[in-house]
């Protein structure tokens, strides 16, 4: 199937680390992307990882990639109350034409407390 | 910083009237995409082009949805007759070409249609 899975709500509060998990459902995805949309307004790209990378960090965002389980994680360090908002992980699956399709999950609402 | 613009932000519609969206991606961006986000989930694709052919409209309802890149640059998204269902977030997305060598899409602020 083409279900990306992510779970729906994850709460922290201020200053802690956020971990964001996702399932997606093919091995041969060139990229894997996280992108975050605050209400009312389109998605904006955070970061993405090529599919022979393990880990990508770029400031407070790290991504893990474990292919084997396809499993990819987003861990936000430092969260911030700006960054509440739905986040979705993405892939686009190379079967699709030209590659340029992408399949988001349903998205995980994080919510920073002060 | 180049930006997808799209227009108008908030559509109210009755069902079974005529709507259109527009889109005008990121200048030089070669590839545009139609994704369709319905309250608490992610963006399904509609259709994608390539310049000004279509490149995949698998998802497209085309009984009632048309869309249109005729010079290659800016789109338009046209729903005709709208239903109830059709009350989404409508997201115009551009990248430089297909495939792996263009592999940023960049995201408008999207079209809010309400049909009632």
């Known amino acids: 199937g083409e279900d990306v899975e992510q779970s729906l709500f994850l709460s922290v509060r201020e200053g802690d680390s956020s971990v964001i998990n996702c399932t997606y459902t093919?091995?041969?995805?060139?990229?894997l992307y996280w992108y975050k949309q605050e209400p009312g307004a389109g998605l904006q790209l955070l970061t993405y990882i090529f599919s022979n990378m393990d880990m990508k960090q770029d400031q407070r965002l790290t991504v893990l990639l474990n292919k084997k389980d396809k499993h990819l994680s987003l861990r936000i360090a430092d969260t911030q109350t700006g960054d509440s908002a739905i986040y979705f992980c993405a892939e686009n699956p190379p079967v699709y034409n030209q590659g340029g399709k992408l399949i988001f999950g349903q998205g995980t609402e994080l919510s920073v407390k002060p | 910083e180049a930006e997808v613009a799209q227009s108008p932000r908030y559509k109210i519609t009755e069902k079974s009237q005529a709507v259109a969206f527009w889109c005008d991606p990121i200048s030089g961006h070669a590839t545009l995409y139609w994704y369709r986000q319905i309250l608490g989930q992610g963006p399904e694709l509609l259709v994608q082009f390539q310049d000004e052919s279509v490149v995949d409209d698998s998802q497209l309802p085309k009984d009632r949805f048309s869309a249109e890149r005729l010079k290659g640059v800016d789109s338009t998204l046209k729903i005709q007759p709208a239903e109830l269902g059709d009350s989404a977030m409508y997201l115009c997305?551009?990248?430089?070409?297909?495939?792996?060598?263009?592999?940023?899409?960049?995201f408008g602020p999207g079209t809010r249609l309400t049909v009632t």
């Open positions: 093919d091995s041969s995805s060139t990229y």
């Open positions: 997305a551009s990248s430089l070409g297909p495939s792996i060598f263009s592999y940023e899409q960049y």
